[in-house]
């Protein structure tokens, strides 16, 4: 049967989506010798393929691995960095990411810190990342001063950003220090930095980000304690299965 080079690439385990396009862009993969290219439609029984000179099959799957990951200030959402940056590659052991096709799922701007889940499932990091499912994310923020409650209650309603009004968000009153406001913000889309830059319009520049969760999972160890920057964990069985209800929701 006949699929998008790029979706059987994910399906294998060899890069999420996004990143089977970009090897494809980059003249990494090939189609019984030929360069392969985007919605190119092969047949797995039939076409070799190939990528970085090397061939690839089902059979070569790695297992699957699902993991959640404390990351750092400095530390880019991504498996390579062209500034030489550190990635949240570099915080897991050579040995359980080098060759499984591991690869963060969405972003988390170097600034902040927090929850990210790292996987080579490629067909869930797809569904994850799409627009559709709304999968709420969880952030603690420390803003400059003290938003008022009309403020608060904008930021809820939804600011225009680059002339399209963001969703509604959940924003909640932590607690006020001398200077600075702590909130608990809960949202259901992932536009780039968008905290940050509400939080800039609005008069309130972010000092500290941090992802507490991704839906129900909570940025903690097995035992109940928080994961530690730097720290990360295998993903538990309730938690994964939580994952695949939204992949299998999306066919």
């Given at each position: 049967?006949?699929?998008?080079?790029?979706?059987?690439?994910?399906?294998?385990?060899?890069?999420?989506?996004?990143?089977?396009?970009?090897?494809?862009?980059?003249?990494?993969?090939?189609?019984?010798?030929?360069?392969?290219?985007?919605?190119?439609?092969?047949?797995?029984?039939?076409?070799?393929?190939?990528?970085?000179?090397?061939?690839?099959?089902?059979?070569?799957?790695?297992?699957?691995?699902?993991?959640?990951?404390?990351?750092?200030?400095?530390?880019?959402?991504?498996?390579h960095d062209p500034h030489g940056?550190?990635?949240?590659?570099?915080?897991?052991?050579?040995?359980?990411?080098?060759?499984?096709?591991?690869?963060?799922?969405?972003?988390?701007?170097?600034?902040?810190?927090?929850?990210?889940?790292?996987?080579?499932?490629?067909?869930?990091?797809?569904?994850?990342?799409?627009?559709?499912?709304?999968?709420?994310?969880?952030?603690?923020?420390?803003?400059?001063?003290?938003?008022?409650?009309?403020?608060?209650?904008?930021?809820?309603?939804?600011?225009?950003?680059?002339?399209?009004?963001?969703?509604?968000?959940?924003?909640?009153?932590?607690?006020?220090?001398?200077?600075?406001?702590?909130?608990?913000?809960?949202?259901?889309?992932g536009r780039n930095r968008q905290?940050?830059?509400?939080?800039?319009?609005?008069?309130?520049?972010?000092?500290?980000?941090?992802r507490t969760a991704i839906g129900?999972?909570?940025?903690?160890?097995?035992?109940?304690?928080?994961?530690?920057?730097?720290?990360?964990?295998?993903?538990?069985?309730?938690?994964?299965?939580?994952?695949?209800?939204?992949?299998?929701?999306?066919?």
């Amino acid at each position: 049967m006949e699929e998008r080079i790029q979706k059987i690439l994910s399906q294998w385990g060899i890069a999420s989506r996004r990143q089977a396009e970009d090897m494809i862009r980059r003249s990494r993969v090939r189609i019984n010798g030929e360069l392969a290219h985007l919605g190119q439609k092969v047949d797995p029984q039939k076409d070799t393929i190939t990528v970085d000179g090397k061939s690839v099959s089902p059979d070569q799957r790695p297992a699957l691995v699902y993991l959640l990951l404390h990351k750092e200030v400095g530390v880019v959402s991504t498996c390579h960095d062209p500034h030489g940056r550190k990635t949240v590659l570099d915080l897991l052991p050579t040995e359980l990411h080098s060759g499984q096709g591991i690869h963060p799922v969405g972003r988390l701007d170097a600034d902040s810190t927090g929850a990210i889940i790292l996987t080579n499932d490629g067909e869930l990091t797809f569904w994850l990342t799409h627009p559709r499912h709304n999968i709420p994310k969880t952030y603690q923020v420390l803003v400059e001063g003290h938003p008022t409650e009309s403020v608060l209650r904008t930021w809820r309603q939804g600011v225009l950003l680059d002339g399209r009004k963001t969703r509604p968000a959940q924003v909640k009153l932590i607690e006020k220090f001398a200077d600075t406001t702590c909130l608990e913000i809960i949202l259901k889309e992932g536009r780039n930095r968008q905290i940050r830059r509400v939080a800039e319009q609005l008069g309130h520049p972010v000092i500290k980000l941090h992802r507490t969760a991704i839906g129900k999972i909570q940025l903690r160890s097995p035992g109940g304690k928080p994961l530690r920057e730097g720290e990360y964990r295998h993903l538990e069985e309730s938690e994964i299965r939580f994952l695949e209800k939204i992949k299998a929701n999306s066919y």
